[in-house]
T-cell receptor, first 115, second 112 residues
Framework: GAGVSQSPSNKVTEKGKDVELRCDPI?????LYWYRQSLGQGLEFLIY????????KSGLPSDRFSAERTGGSVSTLTIQRTQQEDSAVYLC?????????????FGSGTRLTVV | KQEVTQIPAALSVPEGENLVLNCSFT??????LQWFRQDPGKGLTSLLL?????REQTSGRLNASLDKSSGRSTLYIAASQPGDSATYLC???????????FGKGTKLSVIP
């Protein structure tokens, strides 16, 4: 597609429920990233996928968070048993290659509110 | 651990003024530096990407400079317009790393 597409754009969920956030990167971009932006905080790296390599999950804040990327394209970020501190904007980005010399293209994000 | 600081946190200027946004980083071993713009409720739009070997990049009314040795970058906006109102984020990529470390941004308001 023309840009990075994320859905839903907004999600309100009850504490303890599971949520799935979707990211559709730019066609041909092999690298995909998830970041989290909390109120008053900078963007926080969560996870990185590059081609068929094992993802770098070092930024995931707890084992309630997981992500997968099917067929080297669409990615899903899953948060289990959501907590109020999970409320944030979750941003997905993609780039042409593994090293950031190509620059990142970000999606519009999913605003998650846990009540 | 890399830390990125942006000063000021907020800035309000009258339309037509030239302005400078500042970004500093603690570890000079960076691969590149990017400036992004974020409108309320939106994702990030990449404005300029400066490789570590470069000193500056220009796009239209925007000019970004990089002084890697001193750990500083500036974003210069000429002849500001109300449409420039947004939050501007600076981010650095460490050498050999794909992760970006972001500052908390400068919220710019251009008053008509």
């Amino acid at each position: 597609g023309a840009g990075v597409s994320q859905s839903p754009s907004n999600k309100v969920t009850e504490k303890g429920k599971d949520v799935e956030l979707r990211c559709d990167p730019i066609s041909g971009h092999t690298a995909l990233y998830w970041y989290r932006q909390s109120l008053g905080q900078g963007l926080e790296f969560l996870i990185y996928f590059q081609g068929n390599s094992a993802p770098d999950k070092s930024g995931l804040p707890s084992d309630r968070f997981s992500a997968e990327r099917t067929g080297g394209s669409v990615s899903t970020l899953t948060i289990q048993r959501t907590q109020q501190e999970d409320s944030a904007v979750y941003l997905c980005a993609s780039s042409l290659g593994a090293v950031a010399n190509y620059g990142y293209t970000f999606g519009s994000g999913t605003r998650l509110t846990v009540v | 651990k890399q830390e990125v600081t942006q000063i000021p946190a907020a800035l309000s200027v009258p339309e037509g003024e030239n302005l400078v946004l500042n970004c500093s980083f603690t570890d000079s071993a960076i691969y590149n530096l990017q400036w992004f713009r974020q409108d309320p409720g939106k994702g990030l739009t990449s404005l300029l990407l400066i490789q570590s070997s470069q000193r500056e990049q220009t796009s239209g009314r925007l000019n970004a400079s990089l002084d890697k040795s001193s750990g500083r970058s500036t974003l210069y906006i000429a002849a500001s317009q109300p449409g420039d109102s947004a939050t501007y984020l600076c981010a650095v990529s460490g050498a050999g790393s794909y992760q970006l470390t972001f500052g908390k941004g400068t919220k710019l308001s251009v008053i008509p």
